[in-house]
């Protein structure tokens, strides 16, 4: 009965302290994609989820699903899902902290984002020059991210 109870836990993603599954995977991606950055690095991730919410009428939950051909938009995700990723994370005492930047940058329509990455809509590591990054300069550069207002995406 209890490896029953496990193989269960493992596949069903629970509700962790009460936040919905939007929250957990969103948060689980900025810890993906920028937990080496501490707040302010998750944050701008955030912002950048939060720009492409509203720019394409879509949920946090949307943004951070999509994915072209085998490729998703956010890299943590690639060979894995977002089921694991939240696993992942959700252990780790960081985790509540994402939690509640999602909470206050990504959902809450009320708060203000606190503009680190001036409306930015991409990012990537300031070292590398994707092919979409071509002739853009950085609005921002936080950490070890570079930040892009892309017009067209």
Same mark, same amino acid.
Request: aromatic letters at 10%.
């Given at each position: 009965?209890?490896?029953?109870?496990? &193989?269960?836990? $493992? /596949?069903?993603?629970?509700?962790? &302290? /009460?936040?919905?599954?939007?929250?957990?995977?969103?948060?689980a991606v900025l810890m993906g994609e920028?937990?080496s950055e501490g707040v302010l690095g998750?944050?701008?991730?955030?912002?950048? $989820?939060?720009?492409?919410?509203?720019?394409?009428?879509?949920? +946090?939950?949307? $943004?951070?699903?999509? %994915?072209?051909?085998?490729?998703?938009?956010?890299?943590?995700?690639?060979?894995?899902?977002?089921?694991?990723?939240?696993?992942?994370?959700?252990?780790?005492?960081?985790?509540?902290?994402? &939690?509640?930047?999602?909470?206050?940058?990504?959902?809450?329509?009320?708060?203000?984002?606190?503009? &680190?990455?001036?409306?930015?809509?991409?990012?990537?590591?300031?070292?590398?020059?994707?092919?979409?990054?071509?002739?853009?300069? +950085?609005?921002?550069? $936080?950490?070890? %991210?570079?930040?892009?207002?892309?017009?067209?995406?």
């Amino acid at each position: 009965m209890r490896w029953l109870l496990t &193989l269960f836990l $493992i /596949g069903v993603p629970l509700t962790f &302290l /009460g936040q919905t599954y939007e929250q957990q995977a969103v948060a689980a991606v900025l810890m993906g994609e920028a937990w080496s950055e501490g707040v302010l690095g998750m944050t701008a991730v955030a912002e950048v $989820i939060r720009q492409r919410a509203v720019e394409k009428s879509r949920t +946090p939950l949307e $943004i951070v699903s999509a %994915h072209r051909g085998r490729f998703h938009a956010f890299s943590c995700l690639n060979g894995t899902t977002l089921d694991l990723l939240i696993a992942k994370f959700s252990p780790e005492p960081s985790f509540r902290l994402a &939690l509640e930047i999602v909470q206050k940058t990504c959902l809450d329509s009320n708060e203000e984002s606190p503009g &680190l990455t001036k409306a930015a809509t991409h990012y990537t590591l300031a070292t590398e020059r994707p092919y979409w990054a071509e002739g853009q300069h +950085p609005v921002a550069i $936080i950490g070890r %991210h570079a930040f892009y207002k892309l017009k067209h995406y």
